[in-house]
Every structure is written in structure tokens, then in C-alpha cells.
């Protein structure tokens, strides 16, 4: 038997190699300086005291750590994880218990990504999505044979008028949105238009799955409220461990009215029955003992420092008719070259001088878009290689 | 907005609450003797040398096991399952490196049944099951719109006449088997059988899923090859290290056909990029360091005396017209009554007289049957308790 594509389904046959795979393996040559990546700084990982934070967790809650686990999630662990939202806007005056009972555990951000999508998505059916957006949640929602319809985008997000237009117009199944530090451009949706975005889903009875895996991640400016905190009932809305703790352990979370919440459990008993307990206890130990906020303070200054250093260099060097994104924080800018640049090319040309980054189109779901864009990321380089990696790329231009 | 109705898909609404479930919570009462669980004993997880494990796998692999990984699983874990799959027949006389790329790590068992499922089912598509099965991968196929097809089974597992049988007059899109240590059912496809089940399979060109979370729980008797051993081309085989090492890290793992297993991959990667890097990583250093198989001893011994005082009280205290099964290994023995008997009502009588188990009819994809059935599961127990379950138990009949 060599040939199964009577058994393979349509959906999943239609699914490219991710073209950012590709680029990454490349940049991983160490010769290379990579402002392609998306990776945590490991220096922000507490590699030191794990062990200790293993022990910790192991006289805390014992060997219940090692057996299987409610689906929902690690008790202990969600009750850790309230305090961090509360100075989001969520749970304000909510008891402790109740709150805990609202956040459930996923394996990863993308876990509850998919139990989203899993709940919600049928072939044919219609996601909303900034215009470029995420491909990972691309990936998620084409694997539910989902089909895509773009918000444009200006340097404050989403224009909220668009989206009204789109949701007036077409039968929209989700919206997906990563307001805050997005993911490649950077750019953050203001609190007047998140105040728009809620007026227009509540009037419209739209859903949206807020993806917001940044929030901590900001290095100047004042935190905005998620788009949940103003349509609580409109909102499925997830974060993630992944920046401020370790990717590695695979832990993000959601918070979904009560009948989705339910929902996304129920399916994801079929998925991975629970997210991994024993990373679910570290962490618990982790944030209860105080030592995620202090390594937050380290992290957060290590990578205000790196994002200056690159918007300085792009600044300095880059054309004129070059604009970029200027975040507030997350790990990522967003470069648009005048009408007719070529990224493409010019990642072929970056590469033969030891640089790397990834060219916009695959960030577009209409892949004749973004031929003019590309995304630097910058949290895992040395100051000096920043400045190094833009002035080649500049001198390219 | 409270109504979701429009957006919440059709295949998932009709997911009903685990039966299960409930009677696990029921049977949780401290009070109550539980036949009823599935779970491994605590004493037999390495909870006393866990973060000297961590510690080791710091040591040994650095901070790359709290970095992002690749979605095909931790290399250094991949490798060191090669030489527990070569004891099961895998991978004799091939290169430790190619046998170990061909190894892929999930998030648990049931990651790898849910990407195998997402790979090849679409809604209507035909899932030939043991009849009965377990039901966590009932759960999952359901979740992608799949319809089912019950294979009789006797003691010695799955018939082949009847499999093939159903392949002739059915599109089977899958066929789904547990064939050593069935849960529920204890039973053991014998190994005549699997070598007519690989006939069959390559005869009509179908696809097994081989789920064998047990293989190494076997107390008397000799191993039985895989399925997939005798037919590769024809099976994704699915293990687990929730039985032998923790279920809460889950980890489970596979092997697939390329095409399929680059499939599953694809799809992984939309469902949780990767399972956690540090569990694979100190279930690397639990396996290098030989303390798994050492463990392995102990917790065989440990679970040969209780099945062996299970089947023991069963043979003394059950009436005659009851059968029930005499597994080797497993978690699992499975009792059915004659005709007319009812396990929904002796267990509720159960649960008056403090004890508990799992009627049968869930584990049927077809709900009329299994009335007169029923699972008992020892590994949690101590020996008293199986005595004196059994004997309230039999006390009701």
C-alpha cells in the first residue's frame, strides 16, 4: 500500500508546508544574524531554579502532579493565573474561587486556538482576519476547511468601519484578532477603536477569539484593556505562558462564555484529555512565589532595550519611503517598502549577505498581498547584531 | 448575547456529557470502593526522584527544553524510545538515527488518535471499532462527524471473518482496534488473528489505527508483535508513557507511514505546535538512565498480585452464568451477565453498598447493546479492597 489519498481528507490535502518553516531553517545557520525568528530570549527562562521549582511544586501538591487531570485544568494553577488577569480588567471584585473556575488550561495558546475553531468552524464557513495576521491560526482554522475574508489594517489596527462593512456583508462565522503587539506587524488596537470593535460585535451578535499572547510584553506606554473586558459575551479570549515563562511547557489558557468554555472542554477531552500537569504545577510555584513578576521586570527591560536599538537602526538607515511599525512592545516589526518592492527578493539578497528575515506574503491570507512588506523580530539578538543585521539589509535597499 | 446556537457547529452539539464522567465523580467519594477508575497507581510514578530527573535533563540538554520545538518531538526522547519499540519488534537491524526520526511525540496517546483522526476523517466517514471499544477515541472520531461500524469480538479479541466481512459491504475510511490489553474489555487479539487481520488489511488496501497504551503491562504470558509489524504499510501505531511512566506529562507517541505521519505533523501544528519539550525531556533521562525499566519490575509485580486477586474473588464469588474476561496484562477485566441482566440498575444497588464500577453500555458506539455488562478496573486498588468489592458485588447478584 503506498498510495492513501482515498483516505486522506480534502481539507488537510490542501495544506502547504508552512513557507515560514522553510525561511527559519534557513536562518538557522548560525553565520546568519536572523531577525526572522519569533522565539523568547532563553536568558528570560528560569533554567536555574526549574528543579527547584519541580521540588517545590512536588511537596506542594504531591503526586497528584503525575496523574491524569481534569481537563479544565490544574486547580492550583488557575487560581495562580487570576491576580495576573485582574490587572488586565478581568474578575475585578469577583471571588477567588469563581474567577479560577472561569480560566481553563490549554497546551499552549494554539490549544485553545483549535478548540475554538473545533467548536466553531465548519467547511465553508467564514473567519475574519487582520490583514496580515498570524499563521498558525490560519493553519488551525484552514484545518477545520474554514475560508477567510481580510479587516484591512492602519499603523492603530483593525478600522473599525471596515469591519462593520464586512460583517454587514458577508455571513461571518469568528472574528480573529490579536489587538495588542500583533503578530507581524506589532501594532496595537487603540482603546478607542476596542470600544468600537465591542459596540459593533454586540450589535452585529459577532464572536470573536482575541489572541493575546503579548500583554505582558509591553515596554513603554499604558496597558489597554482586551476587547473581552468590554464584550464579555462576545469574546472567547486566550493568553499564554509562552513569552514570560517557557514555550517549551506548552501552557496557555482561555476565557469563553460559559456554554463555549464547555464546549471547548468536551472536545478537547478527545484532543489531549489536559494540558501537561507537572508544567502546570512549576508554573503554578513559578507565579505564587513571585518569581515570574521579578523576571518580568528583567525581560521587560532586556527587550526595551533591543527594541530601541531597532527602531534607531531603521531610523537611521532605512530609505525614507520605507515605513515602519513603532510598537509599544511584544517581539515583532512590520517594514512596508514603497508600491513595487520586492521582499521576496530581497530575502534572497539578505540571505548571500548573512541576514535574515521573513518576506510579508505569508502572513496575507490573499497571497498576491504583502509582496511590499516584511517582519523583524529582535528579542533573541545581541544590541550589536540588531544594528549589524538593519544596516545590511539598509544597504541593500 | 447568550444564544451561540448559529455559531457552534452541528457535529459538536451533538456530543453528549461523558456517561463516564458522571460515574467517576460518583465513584471519587472517599467512602466508596472503586472498580470504576482507569487510572495507574501513584506509587508506581517516580515522584521522589522527579526533580533530580528535571535536574538531569538540564544538565544534559540545556534551556532548549523551555524553547519552542520541533513538532515532530524532542530528538534526544524520539532516540530513546527506539530501543523499548525494538522489543516490540520495531526498528530491528535499522540505524538508531532513522529509527528514531521515524518515532513522532504527541501530547499523549490521544494527540496522536486526534491528529490521525484529523488526517483522515470527514463528516460521515466510516470508523470500523471494536465493538465494545474505548471511548475517549469514540469521543474524538465523533468530533470530526464520523459514523461507526461495530466489529464482533469474542475472548480472543476482534474476528477476522467478521473485519473482513464489514471491508467487503462497507467504505470502512478507518479501522480503529486496541488489540492487546482491550479497554474496556481486557482482551488480547491472539497473534493468528493479527497475522489474518494483516492479510485482510493489505487484501483491501484499509487503514488501521493501533492503539496500545498497555504493550508493557503484561503480568503472565508471552508479548505479541504489533499489528503494524506485520502489516506497516497499512497502520498508524499509537503508544503511550502514561501507563509506565505518568499519565499527567502526557506524552504518547507514533508511528506512522511517511505520508501520513507528515500529514500528522501539518496538522499538529495547528493543534499545539508540539508536546511539551521539558516532560520529553526527563522522560528521556527516566528511560537512559534505566530507572523506567526498573520501575517497570516493580510495577508489574505490583499490578500481577491484584488482577491475580480480581480474578480470583471473580471465579469465587460470581455466579456461574456470569463470564467475565482473564486478561494477562492490562488495567481492565470485563464481566458480562446473561441475558436479562442489568448493570445500569446493579450499580446504582453498587453505589448504596459503597462500591463502584463502570456499566457497559458507553463503551458501545450502538447504546442498545452491552446492558449486561460491566468493567472492573484493580490497578488503584489494594488487595482487601478488590476482596471486598467483589464480594459486595457479587453479594447484589
Known amino acids: 500500500m503506498s498510495d492513501y489519498s482515498q483516505h486522506i481528507v480534502s481539507r488537510i490535502k490542501n495544506t502547504d508546508k508552512s513557507a515560514i518553516r522553510e525561511i527559519l531553517k534557513v536562518a538557522q545557520n548560525p553565520e546568519i544574524i536572523s531577525l526572522a525568528g519569533g522565539l523568547p530570549a532563553p536568558e528570560t527562562f528560569p533554567t536555574k531554579i526549574l528543579s527547584s521549582l519541580c521540588q517545590e511544586a512536588i511537596d506542594s501538591y504531591g503526586d497528584i502532579i503525575l496523574q491524569y487531570g481534569i481537563t479544565e485544568g490544574f486547580l492550583p494553577f488557575r487560581r495562580a493565573l487570576v491576580p495576573l488577569l485582574q490587572k488586565r480588567g478581568f474578575f475585578v471584585d469577583t471571588d477567588l474561587e469563581i474567577a479560577a473556575d472561569n480560566v481553563c488550561i490549554s497546551s499552549g495558546a494554539q490549544g ?196 530601541a536599538v531597532l527602531l534607531g537602526s531603521l531610523d537611521e538607515h532605512f530609505p525614507k519611503n520605507f515605513h515602519h511599525s513603532k510598537p509599544e512592545g511584544g517581539m515583532f516589526v512590520w517594514v512596508e517598502g514603497p508600491e513595487g518592492f520586492d521582499s521576496k527578493k530581497l530575502y534572497l539578497d539578505a540571505i548571500q549577505k548573512k541576514v535574515a528575515f521573513v518576506p510579508g506574503t505569508p502572513f496575507f491570507t490573499d497571497a498576491s498581498q504583502g509582496l511590499n512588506t516584511f517582519r523583524l523580530n529582535f528579542t533573541t539578538l545581541t544590541e550589536e547584531k540588531i544594528k549589524l543585521g538593519i544596516s545590511r539589509i539598509a544597504e541593500l535597499l
Open 112 to 307: 485553545a486556538i483549535d478548540a475554538a475553531a473545533k467548536v466553531l468552524l465548519d467547511e465553508g464557513d467564514i473567519v475574519a482576519v487582520e490583514s496580515p495576521t498570524y499563521l498558525g491560526s490560519i493553519k488551525t482554522f484552514k484545518s477545520y476547511g474554514a475560508d477567510f475574508i481580510s479587516i484591512p489594517m492602519d499603523d492603530h489596527g483593525i478600522i473599525p468601519q471596515e469591519l462593520e462593512n464586512i460583517l454587514k456583508n458577508h455571513k461571518v462565522k469568528v472574528i480573529y484578532l490579536i489587538p495588542t503587539f500583533q503578530n507581524p506587524t506589532g501594532r496595537t488596537l487603540s482603546l478607542k477603536r476596542r470600544k468600537e470593535v465591542a459596540k459593533i460585535v454586540k450589535k452585529y451578535q459577532a464572536l470573536i477569539i482575541e489572541d493575546d499572547p503579548y500583554f505582558e510584553l509591553r515596554y513603554t506606554g499604558e496597558n489597554i484593556v482586551p476587547i473581552k473586558t468590554l464584550a464579555p459575551e462576545n469574546v472567547i479570549y486566550i493568553g499564554s505562558l509562552s513569552k514570560v515563562f517557557s514555550p517549551g511547557v506548552r501552557l496557555g489558557y482561555y476565557i469563553a462564555p460559559a456554554i463555549l468554555a464547555d464546549l471547548m472542554t468536551s472536545v478537547r477531552q478527545g484532543v489531549d484529555v489536559h494540558a501537561n500537569s507537572l508544567s502546570q504545577a512549576i508554573a503554578a510555584r513559578y507565579i505564587i512565589s513571585g518569581k515570574l513578576e521579578k523576571q518580568l521586570k528583567k525581560t521587560l527591560k532586556l527587550y526595551r532595550s533591543k527594541l
